[in-house]
C-alpha cells in the first residue's frame, strides 16, 4: 500500500509556456498532497502544502501566481507551472499523506527542463 | 526556522561495514522525525520516529532518537552496494498551519565499494 504517482516523469518545454504535473495516491485517500523541488545535489525544498478542497498553502518565496496547486480529490494534486523559465528547471517531486503529521510517501518525481 | 542537519555529507565504506548517520534537529512543535532512502527518484520511507530511546529496526537498518538532544542515528551494518544512496532525515512540525511540514536536511551520500 502507499503508493503514490506522478506523470509526467520528464517534461521539455520550451521557455513561456504552461505544464502540468499531476500527483496521485494510488491506494490511499490522501487528505494532505505536499509539492517540493530539488535542484541537483541539494535537498527536497517544500514549495506548498495542499489539502483537498481548499487553497493551497506556499511556503515564503515561492510564487502562487506561477505555481498554480490544485487538490481536486483526494486522490489527485496538480501543479502547474505557468510561463516556464530556464531557472523553473528541476525535479518536482509530490508527496500523499493519509493524516498530516503522518509518514509522507513520495511520488517518483518529475524532471522538468525548460529550453 | 526549523532547521534539519545531518553529518556527514558524505562517506565512502567497503561491503561489510557499519555505518551511523547523523541527524540533529530544531524543529518548532516537533512531532516525529523521519529517514529516507534516495537513489535517482524520489525518496522512499525507511522509518519514522515518534518515541525517545525506542529502536526502530528493519532488516540491517535501525533507527533512534533521543528528543532530550535532539539528536537521531541511523545505522547501517553489513553495508552491501545497493545501500548505496543519499539518506534524508526530516523533522515533522505538529504546530498550526505548520502542521505536517517536513524539513528536510541535507542528506548523507553514501558510497559503498564492493
Known amino acids: 500500500g502507499a503508493v503514490v504517482s506522478q506523470h509526467p516523469s520528464r517534461v521539455i518545454c520550451k521557455s513561456g509556456t504552461s505544464v502540468k504535473i499531476e500527483c496521485r495516491s494510488l491506494?490511499?485517500?490522501?487528505?494532505?498532497m505536499f509539492w517540493y523541488r530539488q535542484f541537483p545535489k541539494q535537498s527536497l525544498m517544500l514549495m506548498a502544502t495542499s489539502n483537498e478542497g481548499s487553497k493551497a498553502t506556499y511556503e515564503q518565496g515561492v510564487e502562487k501566481d506561477k505555481f498554480l496547486i490544485n487538490h481536486a480529490s483526494l486522490t489527485l494534486s496538480t501543479l502547474t507551472v505557468t510561463s516556464a523559465h530556464p531557472e523553473d528547471s528541476s525535479f518536482y517531486i509530490c508527496?500523499?499523506?493519509?493524516?498530516?503529521?503522518?509518514?509522507?510517501?513520495f511520488g517518483p518525481g518529475t524532471r522538468l527542463t525548460v529550453t | 526556522e526549523d532547521k534539519v542537519v545531518q553529518s556527514p555529507l558524505s562517506l565512502v565504506v567497503h561491503e561489510g561495514d557499519t555505518v551511523t548517520l547523523n541527524c540533529s534537529y530544531e524543529v518548532t512543535n516537533f512531532r516525529s522525525l523521519l529517514w529516507y532512502k534516495q537513489e535517482k527518484k524520489a525518496p522512499t520511507f525507511l522509518f519514522m520516529l515518534t518515541s525517545s530511546g525506542i529502536e526502530k529496526k528493519s532488516g540491517r537498518l535501525s533507527s533512534i532518537l533521543d528528543k532530550k538532544e535532539l539528536f537521531s542515528i541511523l545505522n547501517i551494518t553489513a553495508t552491501q552496494t545497493g545501500d548505496s544512496a543519499v539518506y534524508l532525515c526530516?523533522?515533522?512540525?505538529?504546530?498550526?498551519?505548520?502542521?505536517?511540514?517536513?524539513?528536510f536536511g541535507q542528506g548523507t551520500i553514501l558510497t559503498v565499494h564492493p
Open positions: 526530516a523533522g515533522t512540525n505538529a504546530g498550526g498551519t505548520s502542521y505536517g511540514k517536513l524539513t
Open positions: 491506494d490511499f485517500q490522501a487528505t494532505t
Open positions: 508527496s500523499a499523506t493519509r493524516d498530516r503529521g503522518y509518514e509522507q510517501y
